[in-house]
T-cell receptor
Framework: GENVEQHPSTLSVQEGDSAVIKCTYS??????FPWYKQELGKGPQLIID?????GEKKDQRIAVTLNKTAKHFSLHITETQPEDSAVYFC????????????FGQGTELSVKP | ETGVTQSPTHLIKTRGQQVTLRCSSQ?????VSWYQQALGQGPQFIFQ???????GRGNFPPRFSGLQFPNYSSELNVNALELDDSALYLC?????????????FGSGTRLTVV
């Protein structure tokens, strides 16, 4: 069935270090892969996304890579800052089902000053 | 440009009651999706509305229903509330069914069923 697995569930890094979060998806028809940041008491905020015709995308300190063959995609945050601390969710969209997003279980990132 | 607005922000209901949650989509967005997020979990897709019709549904029973209005705002209705319905309910809007430029989420409605 439709499934997105996300690892790790918690991640603690020192300020300035890099953080990597990985996801795998089950449906080879998936064509859109967003990443969301959710802070306490708020809704998910889109931070970067990638579509299946692209292998890598970068936006300042944030990058996402996609390996369609292996059905893996990853979020890379460089030069982490305390304000990066939040829960991060990956998701995969199944385009032929009304654009529904299947979310991973989330990664709680803690950046220690 | 206004974002996605949801109301109310918090709500407490008794088991067996009915509840209506509201969502105003981001300006220019014509598609609205609803998600349920249990504590410590990722959001789960409930359904999506486009042109005032349901366009895709997740694994939720029929007591979860919705509406979309001509101005693209939307309602989520839940009948016969159960304790397990306690969750954060999120609304997301997008420019198209396929989310061509992404999905914008509101801050959610925290529903507690007692």
């Amino acid at each position: 069935g439709e499934n997105v697995e996300q690892h790790p569930s918690t991640l603690s890094v020192q300020e300035g270090d890099s953080a990597v979060i990985k996801c795998t998806y089950s449906d080879s028809a998936s064509n859109y892969f967003p990443w969301y940041k959710q802070e306490l008491g708020k809704g998910p905020q889109l931070i970067i996304d990638i579509r299946s015709n692209v292998g890598e995308k970068k936006d300042q300190r944030i990058a996402v890579t996609l390996n369609k063959t292996a059905k893996h995609f990853s979020l890379h945050i460089t030069e982490t800052q305390p304000e990066d601390s939040a829960v991060y969710f990956c998701a995969a969209s199944f385009g032929n089902q009304g654009g529904k997003l299947i979310f991973g279980q989330g990664t709680e990132l803690s950046v220690k000053p | 440009e206004t974002g996605v607005t949801q109301s109310p922000t918090h709500l407490i209901k008794t088991r067996g009651q009915q509840v209506t949650l509201r969502c105003s989509s981001q300006s220019g967005h014509n598609t609205v999706s609803w998600y349920q997020q249990a504590l410590g979990q990722g959001p789960q897709f409930i359904f999506q509305y486009y042109r005032e019709e349901e366009n895709g549904r997740g694994n939720f029973p029929p007591r979860f229903s919705g509406l979309q209005f001509p101005n693209y705002s939307s309602e989520l209705n839940v009948n016969a509330l159960e304790l397990d319905d306690s969750a954060l309910y999120l609304c997301a809007s997008s420019l198209s069914i396929q989310g061509a430029r992404g999905y914008t989420f509101g801050s959610g409605t925290r529903l507690t069923v007692v």
